[in-house]
């Protein structure tokens, strides 16, 4: 495979294809399954459908934690209960 194709430089998507392909492999000969992998790298990098797919299914760093934060223009943040002075 040239090292310019999406899946040289993209493991997930690398990741992706080979678990699509596998079921095929011992079936089909090389050359189908060359092509067959060829038509996903494609379908999964140009295609705006298949692009939206990709990212959608991509793993995500789970957040560190919560907290509240101060957005722009977002009125500031209302104090806890029992935090003043007579609380």
Do not use: F
């Amino acid at each position: 495979m040239p090292t310019d194709e999406p899946s040289a430089t993209d493991p997930y998507l690398d990741e992706v294809v080979e678990r699509a392909l596998a079921p095929y492999r011992g079936i089909a000969s090389r050359d189908v399954i060359e092509a067959m992998r060829e038509l996903l790298v494609e379908a999964l990098t140009e295609d705006e459908v298949g692009r939206d797919l990709l990212e959608r299914a991509r793993p995500r760093a789970a957040p560190l934690g919560s907290g509240i934060e101060a957005r722009e223009g977002a009125a500031a943040p209302r104090r806890k209960a029992g935090g003043g002075e007579d609380g």
